[in-house]
């Protein structure tokens, strides 16, 4: 069974850092793009970023772009998000997803941040509070 297992939310204050884990199991994440996505209470839910199954080719949010920063360890099998200078605007739960389609394009260079339509294996969530 494929899951990812999102963990390192938490509460933090404005300006503070927290970095967020995505885990794979059942499936090797290093074929994969993955993307972070987030949704705030009464909000749609967005795409903050995407890394392609290289790493090469990353892709942010306008809203977390020097802020944000998405990379991978596809040795521990885990992609993490690290996020610094956090804003209350950032509280929401932050869900990974991975793009199982091994011809899929949705983390392109010619694309901005990832559209939720086109990842299909999703975890369960991490909550995020920015807050004083």
């Known amino acids: 069974q494929l899951q990812l297992v999102e963990s390192g939310g938490g509460l933090v204050q404005p300006g503070g850092s927290l970095r967020l884990s995505c885990a794979g199991s059942?499936?090797?994440?290093?074929?994969?793009?993955i993307g972070w996505f987030r949704q705030a209470p009464g909000k749609e839910r967005e795409g903050v970023s995407c890394?392609?199954?290289?790493?090469?080719?990353?892709n942010y949010a306008d809203s977390v772009k020097g802020r944000f920063t998405i990379s991978r360890d596809n040795a521990k099998n885990t992609v993490y998000l690290q996020m610094n200078s956090l804003k209350p605007e950032d509280t929401a739960v932050y869900y990974c997803?991975?793009?199982?389609?091994?011809?899929?394009?949705?983390?392109?260079?010619?694309?901005?941040?990832?559209?939720?339509?086109?990842?299909?294996?999703w975890g369960q969530g991490t909550q995020v509070t920015v807050s004083s």
């Open positions: 997803a991975a793009d199982t389609d091994l011809y899929g394009s949705s983390c392109h260079r010619f694309k901005g941040a990832p559209e939720s339509y086109e990842y299909d294996v």
């Open positions: 059942g499936f090797t994440l290093g074929y994969y793009a």
């Open positions: 890394i392609s199954s290289s790493g090469s080719i990353t």
